[in-house]
């Protein structure tokens, strides 16, 4: 069966640190997605790709970065770890076309940044 | 830019009854999709239910139905004979129809709680 994954599914960190969480698709989605949750705050975007080579920043990429070199992964890195990046981090895809395209959903990485 | 809001931080309903959460939205388009999705304790984000702004006809899915009034632009969603397993976060979210927007806009989230 198709799936989304990410992993680690739970990172310790030091504030500074260059950290990279995975996301990996089988459902050779297009569109995928990278969003922080928060207390008070549901889901925010972080950056987006539509496809191959293609990265869009969401709105809160500050700190944030991604890159796309194949259909099946979108890997997030934050720069240098900040406490403020503590949070729960969901990778996700959808196809492109016509249509609702409802978004798929990895397990979730749940990062803290000591 | 739209936006999505969920007034109601956390609902309580008893087991068998049924419960509304709410859902608003502001967005000058005119075609657009709705979803309500599911987060259980699991942390698993679950598609709960789909609206097409297009259509008049409320969608339903089993025990789950939506209340969609666009002009007014509310789109609730009732959930009937509620069972323990139905306890988790709801959010509400909002996509553009316009051709190659594919990202979401979500709520802040309804935490619903199940009393035996």
């Known amino acids: 069966d198709a799936e989304i994954t990410q992993s680690p599914r739970h990172k310790i960190t030091e504030t500074g640190r260059q950290v990279t969480l995975a996301c990996h698709q089988t459902w050779n989605h297009n569109n995928m997605f990278w969003y922080r949750q928060d207390l008070g705050h549901g889901l925010r975007l972080i950056h987006y790709s539509y496809g191959v080579q293609d990265t869009n920043k969401g709105e809160v990429s500050d700190g944030y970065s991604v890159s796309r070199s194949n259909t099946e992964d979108l890997p997030l890195t934050l720069e240098s770890a900040a406490s403020s990046q503590t949070s729960v981090y969901f990778c996700?895809?959808?196809?492109?076309?016509?249509?609702?395209?409802?978004?798929?959903f990895g397990p979730g990485t749940r990062l803290t940044v000591t | 830019a739209q936006t999505v809001t969920q007034s109601q931080p956390e609902m309580s309903v008893q087991e068998a009854e049924t419960v509304t959460l709410s859902c608003t939205y502001d967005t000058s388009e005119s075609d657009y999709y709705l979803f309500w999705y599911k987060q259980p304790p699991s942390r698993q984000m679950i598609l709960v239910i789909r609206q097409e702004a297009y259509k008049q006809q409320n969608a339903t899915e089993n025990r789950f139905s939506v209340n969609f009034q666009k002009a007014a632009k509310s789109f609730s969603l009732k959930i009937s004979d509620s069972q323990l397993g139905d306890a988790a976060m709801y959010f509400c979210?909002?996509?553009?129809?316009?051709?190659?927007?594919?990202?979401?806009?979500f709520g802040t989230g309804t935490r619903l709680k199940v009393l035996a």
């Open positions: 979210a909002y996509r553009s129809a316009h051709s190659g927007t594919y990202k979401y806009i």
């Open positions: 996700a895809s959808s196809e492109s076309g016509g249509g609702p395209r409802e978004q798929y």
